[in-house]
């Protein structure tokens, strides 16, 4: 099959700052929605009803779809142009906050929230192949770490920018934030970006359609185990379903002649190894983000403003750091960058840990948030360039996609994870027995951090991209041609 991707080039100036500028807006929106309303939790709690088990659907309502149709999005942009694309992502987006900020009802913010999990579904595989389309491979590194210190900013100072909203002018002007945005990203979306699309121009419907339906079912039911129990009967049938569909959309993959996920990326030992820390970091990640940001409001008595205030030391670190690492990236390769961030977030969790008690000092806190955010920036910078850099140039919309997939899982896992531990040492009845379930979640965090460490161990110092899909069988009149190796 010709290749139609846009190859590497020698990009101007101009074109990579507009790049960079319009996907890196488009994507702060999507990344900053993921944990933005955990501030704003017990404000929407008080307007429009509900428990436990509704708050963690507003968050994970968004995280559902977004996990779920990222290869879709991805796929989409290969097969119909990635730039067309995006800006269905962006609009798609924009409507969404839009009704988000309207909603009057639990059940409708959760599927405005839904509907923001789709469009941002396309926004984040894609920003990172039009960055690569348009930037030059040696500067790729340090393009995908100011992409990372954007989206790692984004995340971390959710908590931030919606206690700040909530308190000040009211919940829903969190969704409302994003619809001027949006509308100016659209024509820049149409005149900046240039267009690309994939080397596979079929949509592989049956894979697309296995890989959406199986996540779906691992993710719903992740997200319902603390509510209904993990071995009850939906949701055991939900993780039985969904991992025979994955397991079907596998073996159609490793056998119809246009994959929708090339089975040999996983032979690549970075892209396997990457793909499993980000799993394991978004679960620690967001696990213990959700729950510590209802501490500083809940058992300390700060209000939404304050509680994002004091994650600041944290949120701030992306912006100084992710550049720098990014450009290390470039020099030196991003496994021991992403290691070592990943033991640091564990140390810092570790710390908080430790510290955690009802009437625990603020300033004894503050040097353990500084580390998750310094380690939280070297783990975003370098790993887009990693993965980018495990695939052909081809290949990297789809591979993009699967790195966010993952991404998205364990965020979902982990904080329906940390919840059920929370809720099963601990819970909400008084300080102390809040302080009693967060310990163990936040042991739970570090744990997963530090398997995700030992991941990125297995990274090879000099890695090399995965080989790319065989050329056509040649003509029977003529002598096949050998083919390319590679590993």
Partial sequence: MQDTASPPTKAGRGPVVWTLLVTSLATFMAALDNLVVTTALPVIRDDLGGGLADLEWIVNGYTLP?????????????????????????????????????????????????????????????????????????????????????????????????????????????????????????????????????????????????????LFGVVLSIVRGHEHGWTSGPVLAGFILG?????????????????????????????????????????????????????????????????GLRMLPWTAMPMLVAPIAGALTDRIGGRSIVASGLALMAAGIAWL????????????????????????????????AMVMGAVPPTEQGIASGVNNALREVGGALGIALLASVFAARGGYASPQAFTDGLVPALWVAVAALLAATAAVLFVPTRARPAAPAAPPAAPRDRAPEAAPAGR
């Fill in 353 to 384: 840990a430790l510290l955690a008690d009802p009437g625990v000092d603020y300033t004894s806190q503050i040097p353990a948030f500084i580390l998750c955010g310094i380690g939280m920036a070297m783990f975003f910078a370098p790993t887009g």
């Fill in 66 to 214: 977004f996990a779920c149709l990222l290869l879709l999005g991805a796929a989409l942009g290969d097969r119909f142009g990635r730039r067309r694309v995006f800006g269905w992502g962006v609009l798609l987006f924009t409507l969404a906050s839009a009704a988000a900020a309207v909603a009057g009802s639990t059940g409708a913010l959760i599927a405005a929230r839904a509907a923001q999990g789709a469009g941002a579904a396309v926004l984040l595989p894609l920003s990172l192949t039009l960055i690569s389309a348009a930037v030059p491979p040696e500067r790729r590194g340090t393009a995908f770490g100011i992409w990372g210190a954007v989206n790692g900013l984004a995340v971390a100072s959710g908590p931030l920018v919606g206690g700040a909203i909530t308190e000040h002018i009211s919940w829903q002007w969190i969704f409302w934030l994003n619809v001027p945005i949006g509308l100016a990203l659209l024509p820049l979306v149409r005149y900046r970006l240039a267009e690309s699309r994939g080397a596979n121009d079929r949509l592989d419907l049956v894979g697309t359609a296995l890989a959406s339906a199986g």
């Fill in 243 to 307: 991992g025979l569909l994955l397991i079907a959309f596998v073996r159609w993959e490793m056998h119809t002649d246009h994959p929708m996920l090339p089975m040999r990326f996983f032979r690549s030992r970075t892209f396997a190894a990457v793909n499993a820390a980000s799993l394991l970091m978004y679960a620690g990640m967001f696990g213990s983000i959700f729950l510590l940001t209802q501490f500083f409001q809940l058992i300390q008595g700060y209000s939404p403003l304050d509680a």
